[in-house]
T-cell receptor, first 115, second 116 residues
Framework: AQKVTQAQTEISVVEKEDVTLDCVYE???????LFWYKQPPSGELVFLIR??????QNEISGRYSWNFQKSTSSFNFTITASQVVDSAVYFC????????????FGTGTSLTVIP | NAGVTQTPKFQVLKTGQSMTLQCAQD?????MSWYRQDPGMGLRLIHY???????DQGEVPNGYNVSRSTTEDFPLRLLSAAPSQTSVYFC???????????????FGEGSWLTVV
């Protein structure tokens, strides 16, 4: 069975602090994909990153970085020098071809950046 | 680029009424799906389709119907609305073709539905 757990329900940080959002996944598939999506207060879901199970290289995009560790089944997301515009709900998701490419979402982490 | 377009954005229904949420995508994606988002529960899959003429149930299909007569369109029908169906609904699509964009899911802007 596929499962994504985001244990942090809500996080508050002061602007310019770094923050890490945790994501732990469960799957028996050897080929799978991991994603992060951002949902700002306006409500839309914005794609941030996609990682496949064979690529464990960490990725950095501006202030965003992602740490994928298969050994711990984690795909954590770090925002460096947070800004008020980072305030949003962030979802981690898992997809696997062997399960019809269905997406399994975590329950989301609500991040509030305080100015 | 239009991407995934869903309508209406807001709707208020009375219990027992029926309605259809429309979803269209212009990316020639094979895979389309509907999710509902409720507080503290993330996104839950209602129905999905891997191509025209093919649909299947997700995690929470009861009270909803779908059809996929074309690649572009994937409407979601509420047969007899209930207050428990008050939620935010997202349509999404994804390519199943081999390539860099495979499996990346793109969402519509959401439909806020209230059943009173």
């Amino acid at each position: 069975a596929q499962k994504v757990t985001q244990a942090q329900t809500e996080i508050s940080v002061v602007e310019k602090e770094d923050v890490t959002l945790d994501c732990v996944y469960e799957t028996r598939d050897t080929t799978y994909y991991l994603f992060w999506y951002k949902q700002p207060p306006s409500g839309e879901l914005v794609f941030l990153i996609r990682r496949n199970s064979f690529d464990e290289q960490n990725e950095i995009s501006g202030r965003y970085s992602w740490n994928f560790q298969k050994s711990t089944s984690s795909f954590n997301f770090t925002i460096t020098a947070s800004q008020v515009v980072d305030s949003a709900v962030y979802f981690c998701a898992l997809s696997a071809p062997n399960t019809g490419n269905q997406f399994y979402f975590g329950t989301g982490t609500s991040l509030t950046v305080i100015p | 680029n239009a991407g995934v377009t869903q309508t209406p954005k807001f709707q208020v229904l009375k219990t027992g009424q029926s309605m259809t949420l429309q979803c269209a995508q212009d990316m020639n994606h094979e895979y389309m799906s509907w999710y509902r988002q409720d507080p503290g529960m993330g996104l839950r899959l209602i129905h999905y389709s891997v191509g025209a003429g093919i649909t299947d149930q997700g995690e929470v299909p009861n009270g909803y119907n779908v059809s996929r007569s074309t690649t572009e369109d994937f409407p979601l029908r509420l047969l007899s609305a209930a207050p428990s169906q008050t939620s935010v609904y997202f349509c999404a699509s994804s390519s199943l073709a081999i390539g860099q964009r495979r499996n990346t899911i793109y969402f519509g802007e959401g439909s806020w539905l209230t059943v009173v």
